[in-house]
């Protein structure tokens, strides 16, 4: 799953969860059954897992690029340059003791 797939699924739950909630309520005070009311917010439940956790292809619509590994390792330890070298000498205090 990627990450607009991730997105994707957390928002179709949560709409489905409250939409489940609000048909079971109505459900039982229309039929002034409890027992009906958390039926059918079990089964909202059920339905919305099946829906949401599964990896279906629709949430993988927008798939990742992995960079090579010589580029990965090349941007976390980059070339330190002369200038770069030379400035990160003239930020440390001369004879400073370590704490």
């Known amino acids: 799953m ?7 699924a957390e928002e179709l739950m ?3 969860l409250v939409g489940w909630a609000i048909a079971a ?4 005070y229309f039929r002034t059954s409890f027992q009906l009311m ?4 079990a089964g909202g439940v059920i339905l919305t897992v099946l829906i949401t956790v599964p ?4 949430f993988n619509r927008h798939s990742l690029k992995w960079l090579d ?3 990965a390792a090349a941007s976390i330890n980059p ?11 003239a930020g440390k205090k001369k004879g400073s003791r370590p704490k």
């Open 2 to 8: 990627d990450w607009k797939g991730q997105k994707l």
């Open 14 to 16: 949560q709409y489905m």
């Open 25 to 28: 309520f109505l459900a039982g």
């Open 38 to 41: 958390m039926l059918v917010y």
């Open 55 to 58: 990896n279906w292809p629709f």
């Open 69 to 71: 590994p010589d580029v």
């Open 79 to 89: 070339v330190k340059t002369k200038a770069a070298a030379s400035a990160a000498a």
